[in-house]
């Protein structure tokens, strides 16, 4: 049976009976138009989350280098740079039930995977253009003052490489059965925020009411994802990775860190709850990339799966074997397309720390060298 909610209006009580929307593509363009019907104060009552609409029917491919097979209804991120699908059906359509799930699961595994941040940022910036705004302006805007614009698209990045990312199923009514299939995913997959929200109109007199409400917040599943992220610095790192590793393993990061500092690079600090990370921000093809990231578990990381989609790779295959010059060192030409480590300990003489060093310095001049070429 239809839902009322009263309105009193001086002294006259106003009736708004649920209505549904006259078609699936209303309900987008309200998402699109007003982004807090998503409720993130329901998400997260501590810290509200808040939305920037990235982009309407964005494509999704299922290959690294293939056309887009699907396309996402919509593309948000919050203010921590939290990748947000959404997916909107009405409950008239018998698909909300478990097609979309489908659906969802496909654009998720294939998003996170071939997924492309320069493109996605220059969609956002065409979006933007034709509305006559600026991009920079649009970010904080949506996402609060202190958001930087080239830091969003990093944590973006970022949070895409650790599966960190948020599924939203919206619709006028959520169906049990879609219902139960949200809340079992949310429980069972620890780093990816699955949920529903079911935005109910209500009319009346030249009036219109939504109201959102958020369904798969279950107790066992924030249980399970109650490991809090945890904002690192270079002070914390150091202390973290000198309980689990050794004091050669903190003067070779202490070291990293000093030349961060005197070369005056940028530095993504990592969240994780259990494990710190840190990458050293390098400005390869006009624009931030992260070259290698070092984690407190006594690894370094080769960020060659993000380089791939903007360095050649043939440059990539140099710079791979310069690295495989240093002893310890030994990374399969496979590891192209992966993120593949070494323990920290590789650098311990000052020597090897040096080859490390010259090896990436050597990587970003030939990559600047390339782009400078004429066409």
């Given at each position: 049976?239809?839902?009322?909610?009263?309105?009193?209006?001086?002294?006259?009580?106003i009736e708004l009976r649920e209505e549904q929307y006259d078609s699936e593509d209303l309900l987008q363009r309200l998402l699109e138009d007003y982004p807090k019907i998503l409720a993130g104060d329901q998400i997260n009552t501590e810290f509200p989350r808040r939305w920037l609409l990235i982009s309407r029917e964005i494509g999704v491919p299922d290959d690294q280098n293939g056309s887009n097979r699907w396309?996402?209804?919509?593309?948000?991120?919050?203010?921590?740079?939290?990748?947000?699908?959404?997916?909107?059906k009405r409950s008239t359509d018998t698909r909300a039930r478990r097609e979309v799930v489908a659906q969802m699961l496909d654009y998720a595994a294939n998003g996170v995977e071939y997924w492309n941040i320069p493109e996605i940022k220059v969609q956002f910036e065409l979006r933007c253009s034709r509305n006559g705004k600026n991009p920079s302006d649009v970010v904080k805007d949506a996402l609060g003052p202190e958001v930087e614009y080239d830091t969003?698209?990093?944590?973006?990045?970022?949070?895409?490489?650790?599966?960190?990312?948020?599924?939203?199923?919206?619709?006028?009514?959520?169906?049990?059965?879609?219902?139960?299939?949200v809340e079992f995913l949310n429980e069972e997959m620890e780093d990816v925020e699955v949920l529903a929200v079911e935005v109910k109109q209500y009319t009346g007199e030249h009036?219109?009411?939504?109201?959102?409400?958020?369904?798969?917040?279950?107790?066992?599943?924030?249980?399970?994802?109650?490991?809090?992220?945890?904002?690192?610095?270079?002070?914390?790192?150091i202390d973290e990775l000198g309980k689990k590793g050794s004091l050669k393993d903190v003067?070779?990061?202490?070291?990293?860190?000093?030349?961060?500092?005197?070369?005056?690079?940028k530095i993504w600090w990592g969240r994780g709850g259990q494990s710190g990370s840190f990458y050293p921000l390098i400005d390869l093809v006009g624009g931030y990339d992260q070259i290698f990231g070092v984690w407190t578990y006594g690894k370094i990381e080769i960020e060659f799966q993000w380089m791939s989609r903007a360095v050649e790779n043939k440059i990539l295959l140099s710079f791979l074997h310069k690295l495989n010059e240093i002893p310890g060192v030994?990374?399969?030409?496979?590891?192209?397309?992966?993120?593949?480590?070494?323990?920290?300990?590789?650098?311990?003489?000052?020597e090897?720390?040096?080859?490390?060093?010259?090896?990436?310095?050597?990587?970003?001049?030939?990559v600047r060298e390339k782009c400078q070429e004429p066409d």
């Amino acid at each position: 049976m239809p839902g009322v909610i009263f309105l009193i209006e001086g002294e006259k009580l106003i009736e708004l009976r649920e209505e549904q929307y006259d078609s699936e593509d209303l309900l987008q363009r309200l998402l699109e138009d007003y982004p807090k019907i998503l409720a993130g104060d329901q998400i997260n009552t501590e810290f509200p989350r808040r939305w920037l609409l990235i982009s309407r029917e964005i494509g999704v491919p299922d290959d690294q280098n293939g056309s887009n097979r699907w396309s996402l209804d919509h593309l948000f991120i919050d203010q921590e740079g939290i990748p947000t699908f959404v997916e909107v059906k009405r409950s008239t359509d018998t698909r909300a039930r478990r097609e979309v799930v489908a659906q969802m699961l496909d654009y998720a595994a294939n998003g996170v995977e071939y997924w492309n941040i320069p493109e996605i940022k220059v969609q956002f910036e065409l979006r933007c253009s034709r509305n006559g705004k600026n991009p920079s302006d649009v970010v904080k805007d949506a996402l609060g003052p202190e958001v930087e614009y080239d830091t969003i698209w990093t944590l973006m990045e970022n949070n895409l490489k650790n599966r960190k990312i948020r599924l939203l199923f919206v619709a006028d009514e959520i169906p049990k059965e879609l219902k139960r299939i949200v809340e079992f995913l949310n429980e069972e997959m620890e780093d990816v925020e699955v949920l529903a929200v079911e935005v109910k109109q209500y009319t009346g007199e030249h009036l219109k009411t939504l109201v959102p409400r958020i369904i798969g917040q279950t107790s066992e599943a924030e249980q399970k994802k109650a490991v809090p992220n945890r904002p690192w610095n270079a002070q914390s790192f150091i202390d973290e990775l000198g309980k689990k590793g050794s004091l050669k393993d903190v003067d070779v990061v202490k070291k990293i860190l000093k030349w961060v500092d005197e070369t005056n690079l940028k530095i993504w600090w990592g969240r994780g709850g259990q494990s710190g990370s840190f990458y050293p921000l390098i400005d390869l093809v006009g624009g931030y990339d992260q070259i290698f990231g070092v984690w407190t578990y006594g690894k370094i990381e080769i960020e060659f799966q993000w380089m791939s989609r903007a360095v050649e790779n043939k440059i990539l295959l140099s710079f791979l074997h310069k690295l495989n010059e240093i002893p310890g060192v030994s990374l399969s030409d496979n590891s192209l397309k992966g993120r593949p480590s070494f323990p920290i300990s590789v650098l311990h003489s000052d020597e090897q720390y040096s080859k490390f060093i010259n090896a990436i310095l050597s990587f970003v001049q030939e990559v600047r060298e390339k782009c400078q070429e004429p066409d």
